[in-house]
Every structure is written in structure tokens, then in C-alpha cells.
């Protein structure tokens, strides 16, 4: 079983910056992309940026577009979430995910993703 786990997470003033990394425990090789979310309380957890395996191509929520970047590390089997110019609006619990196949939809739709990790917080302030 492949387990996430992801680190990073803190507090920061509106404007500031942190890098969030996800470490799969194994090598999985039918994976194919992996996915950061995000999730408020009484929200639904939604897709913020996601990075395919093989070509390192990459997709980002409009909302973060220009201030989040995705990109992983492959030796050391790790994604990453680099946040500039972060907003209160960022403050949320970040979640990785990683998945095999993605279905038809969005891919930031939960579903198409096979395992994740616990979750970080993540919390601006004004």
C-alpha cells in the first residue's frame, strides 16, 4: 500500500510564501499524476494544481494560477507546492493525491484520484 505524506504546512501573513512536499513511502508504477486539493470546512475538497508523472506537464486552478507552482523530484519520489503571494483565501487544509487514470471530467474532481495523504493545514492571515 502507498502511503502520502505531506509537509509544509504553517502560518503565514497575507503575501508570504510556503513550499508543501508530498513523499510517496513506495515506488507505485501505475501511477500517472499527482494532484494537490485543498478543503475548508463545510466545503468540498477541491483540485488545486496537478502534475502528470511522464511528461511533467501541469494544470492549475484559475485561482492560483501565477502563484502556485507544482513540480515534483523524481529521485526522491516527491511532489511539491510552491505558494507565492499567498491570500487570506488560501487557508485551508492541502491534501495530495495521486491516481492512475483519469476519467472523464475535471481533473479536479476527487474521484479521479486512487490514494492520498493525510492533509496539511495551511493558514494566512490579513
Known amino acids: 500500500v502507498v502511503k502520502l505524506v505531506e509537509s509544509g504546512g504553517g502560518s503565514v501573513q497575507t503575501g508570504g510564501s510556503l513550499r508543501l512536499s508530498c513523499t510517496a513511502s513506495?515506488?507505485?508504477?501505475?501511477?500517472?499524476?499527482v494532484a494537490w486539493f485543498r478543503q475548508t470546512p463545510g466545503e468540498e475538497r477541491g483540485g488545486v494544481a496537478l502534475?502528470?508523472?511522464?511528461?511533467?506537464?501541469?494544470f492549475y486552478a484559475d485561482s492560483v494560477k501565477g502563484r502556485f507552482t507544482i513540480s515534483q523530484d523524481k529521485a526522491k519520489n516527491t511532489v511539491f507546492l510552491q505558494m507565492n503571494g499567498l491570500k487570506p483565501e488560501d487557508t485551508a487544509t492541502y491534501y495530495c493525491?495521486?491516481?492512475?487514470?483519469?476519467?472523464?471530467?475535471?481533473?479536479?474532481?476527487?474521484?479521479?484520484?486512487?490514494?492520498w495523504g493525510q492533509g496539511t493545514q495551511v493558514s494566512v492571515s490579513s
Open positions: 513506495t515506488i507505485d508504477p501505475k501511477r500517472n499524476f
Open positions: 493525491a495521486a491516481g492512475s487514470r483519469m476519467g472523464y471530467g475535471s481533473w479536479k474532481e476527487p474521484r479521479h484520484y486512487d490514494y
Open positions: 502534475i502528470f508523472d511522464e511528461a511533467g506537464q501541469t
